[in-house]
């Protein structure tokens, strides 16, 4: 065996889940970050976990609302979701220069998710561990939204590309 980077491990292991991060923004509309690291934690009661670069605009978001919604884009929104991934949203209203259309979620969670999404998962942040230059959100999950009509994408060879399983 050879030594590797992680960065070419990622690309070994492909495909990977990829999902949104819907967060609350001060004007009250919302934000969408792509985020491939997330992971479930706990069925009874339920738990997800996701992380987030320490200095993104989205970890800013949900550090001070604690609230967010991990959503599974389907295949419909494929670029629309590499493309949230390649800008901030301290710069660009993504929801509307992609021209994404929002479902609602529950008024106890108060955000939105992009339409187009397999699943979404109402999160409320229990807790948050620092890890290098990433924090790790612990959230305990309320309602889960399910389309069966929905493709689920994956992040392929890294992230380079978006696509549902052949």
């Known amino acids: 065996m050879k030594k590797i980077t992680m960065t070419d491990a990622l690309k070994e292991t492909s495909p990977h889940p990829v999902s949104l991060i819907s967060s609350l923004r001060p004007d009250g509309s919302t934000n969408l970050a792509a985020v491939s ?41 494929a670029d629309i979701t590499l493309k949230c991934g390649t800008v901030s949203g301290r710069d660009v209203d993504k929801v509307k220069e992609f021209g994404i259309e929002m479902a609602e979620t529950s008024e106890s ?35 889960i939204y399910f389309d069966e009509n929905e493709k689920q994408i994956f992040a392929w060879g890294g992230s380079s590309t978006l696509a549902p399983m052949p």
């Open 109 to 143: 969670c108060g955000l939105k998710f992009p339409v187009h999404s397999r699943l979404a998962f109402e999160c409320t942040v229990e807790n948050k561990v620092e890890v290098g230059e990433c924090y790790f959100f612990i959230c305990k999950v309320g309602d």
């Open 37 to 77: 690291w997330w992971t479930y934690l706990e069925s009874e009661p339920s738990y997800i976990g996701f992380t987030m670069w320490d200095k993104s605009y989205t970890c800013e978001l949900v550090f001070k609302s604690g609230k967010a919604v991990l959503s599974i884009p389907g295949e419909a929104i």
